[in-house]
């Protein structure tokens, strides 16, 4: 399931990665390339990226001031970095990256160099993140004093070569069908559905469509580290960010100088991705009642119920309402879904959902359409939003084997949908195209340590619903000498962003003189929410 879903749209791997109104879910030679089908494509992948390295540490960045529809202010200037589309075929056809920064607000002589950031995804853009100086964000002011923040659009998304598999005034189009089927006649249109927009990508983008791995989204972030003219990477990865950096971590283990990764996808080639998404569904179930739990606890302000149960059958009633007659005529039980699963992704969401919810149950329907609605008139949120789509099923398809057989998608989702219905049908629908996928499929990196991998720091919340606590624990077991933090208690995708003390001093500590715990850390909770 992926996170930073449109508005509208039923999407996943945020994952486990792109906010969520839209989860979830990688070269020295002395790692293995994934997938590569021989050791021969193994070394012609390495040592095309060794070729791009060094071809853009030669030719640098020429930063410019931002395209001015980017939305990225003076002081942040942006530039373009080269690589190849395939690292096999290094001299071959080139791809443009987008890239951005801000330099470092302290001293040159507290300068360490600079701070690269994925937010996740599959699918989502990096380029705000220098947004975080502009905005004085207080929690990482320390860190922007010693470091440039860099963001990037990884291939495939936004101004970096983007894809696209549908018509986004299309693709945003509702109400859409209810995810979760009645008969065995629901089931067929979404396989159909699922059908189409795989063959919607073939045909609008096959080009890339081979070259959309993580993998090679690992080999981008290293020429973009030798662009930048560092010798080793500082980097912060985010929900498929953690990912992006394992595979990073084992394929250019002495190229890492610092890395934190935040809300951890499980990097097992067991999990990646059919497991990942299917874990997720037990998940969000259980975020989903931590939320009602709260909204009943918190009566007075959203009249919603007192308990746990009153919550849902409200939800129920809710759910059964748009589906007999969609809301305002857009907003249906997809729609429904793809809105409230904000809550469960992110504590920040839990008061805006709650309120548009009480709002509706009160006679008032307005905050909900506006929130669960597409906006057609957004032209260019909406091709953002059928982009980062793409990229997610492109990237998650070709990186693992997906099952083939429908019997298996079948079984696994109807027995999970007795017990966590919330999310499970739409999850399965979103990433059904891979099991017909046009192009070749890998078998993921062994993710582990190899010589040079530095200490890593881990942060996890133990109710992430968008990458599971076990995730974090894998990583930390394969990364050798790594620290794991994690928040008790709490399930707020993303930890490095909110404010918490006890993660926030570490971060510091680690990113600005590269201390860790000598054991790992149990941090309290961050505050809950207030109406």
């Known amino acids: 399931m992926r996170e930073n879903r449109p508005k509208g749209r039923l999407m996943a791997l945020g994952s486990a990665g792109a906010l969520v ?38 030719a640098g960045i020429d930063w410019q001031d931002c395209p001015a529809d980017w939305g990225l202010d003076k002081p942040i200037q942006c530039g373009w970095v080269s ?22 607000t302290g001293t040159p002589q507290e300068r360490q160099g600079s701070l690269v950031y994925n937010p996740g995804g599959p699918g989502g853009s990096g380029l705000r993140f220098p947004r975080r100086v502009t905005t004085k964000n207080a929690i990482w002011a320390n860190v922007a004093k010693a470091y440039d923040f860099v963001g990037f659009d990884p291939r495939g998304v936004g101004h970096s070569a983007p894809i696209s598999c549908v018509d986004p005034q299309e693709f945003v189009k509702a109400p859409k069908a209810d995810p979760v089927p009645d008969t065995e006649a629901d089931k067929k249109a979404q396989r159909g559905l699922a059908r189409d927009y795989a063959q919607g990508c073939a ?65 097992s080639r067991e999990n990646i991705w059919y497991q990942a998404n299917l874990d997720q569904d037990i998940a969000f179930e259980g975020r989903w009642k931590d939320w009602e739990d709260w909204v009943a606890a918190n009566d007075a302000a959203f009249h919603l119920g007192t308990t746990r149960a009153a919550v849902q059958a409200e939800w129920l009633q809710l759910r059964a309402t748009a589906k007999k007659s969609p809301i305002g005529g857009l907003v249906g039980p997809a729609e429904l879904i793809s809105f409230f699963q904000n809550a469960p992704y992110y504590d920040s969401s839990w008061v805006p959902v709650a309120s548009a919810f009480g709002k509706y149950v009160a006679g008032d329907t307005k905050a909900l359409v506006d929130a669960a609605a597409p906006d057609l008139s957004n032209t260019a ?22 099952p083939t057989s429908w019997q298996r998608w079948d079984r696994d989702n109807t027995r999970l949908n007795q017990d966590y219905p919330f999310m499970t049908w739409a999850n399965a629908w ?76 570490r971060v510091d500590s680690y990113l600005l003189s590269g201390e860790l715990d000598t054991s790992d850390v149990s941090c309290a909770p961050h505050a809950t929410p207030k109406p």
């Open 21 to 58: 109104t839209a989860t979830l879910i990688a070269g020295v030679v002395s790692a293995p390339a994934a997938g590569a089908d021989s050791r021969h494509g193994q070394d012609r992948e390495a040592r095309g990226a060794e070729i791009a390295a060094a071809r853009a540490a030669e």
């Open 83 to 104: 690589v190849p589309l395939d690292y096999a075929e290094p001299y071959g056809k080139q791809i443009k990256l987008a890239v951005d920064r801000i330099g470092n």
């Open 203 to 267: 045909e609008r983008s096959g080009a890339m469509l081979p070259h959309m791995t993580t993998p090679n989204t690992a080999r981008d972030l290293d020429v973009i580290r030798a662009a930048l003219g560092e010798k080793k990477l500082n980097y912060l990865g985010v929900s498929y960010g953690t990912y992006l950096g394992a595979v990073y971590g084992t394929l250019f283990p002495g190229h890492l100088r610092r890395m934190i990764v935040d809300s951890v996808v499980d990097p």
């Open 381 to 402: 949120g909406n091709i953002s939003a059928e982009n980062g789509n793409a990229v997610y099923t492109a990237v998650e398809c070709a990186d693992a084997k997906w």
């Open 430 to 505: 979103l990433n059904l195209p891979c099991a017909t996928w046009p192009t070749r499929q890998l078998t993921p990196v062994d993710v582990r340590t190899h010589r040079g991998l530095p200490p890593v720091l881990i942060v996890q919340s133990t109710r992430d619903a968008a990458t599971p606590y076990p995730g974090a624990v894998d990583l930390h077991r394969r990364f050798k000498g790594s620290r794991l933090i994690t928040e008790q208690g709490a399930g707020s995708h993303g930890v490095t962003g909110l404010v918490n003390p006890c993660v926030n001093e």
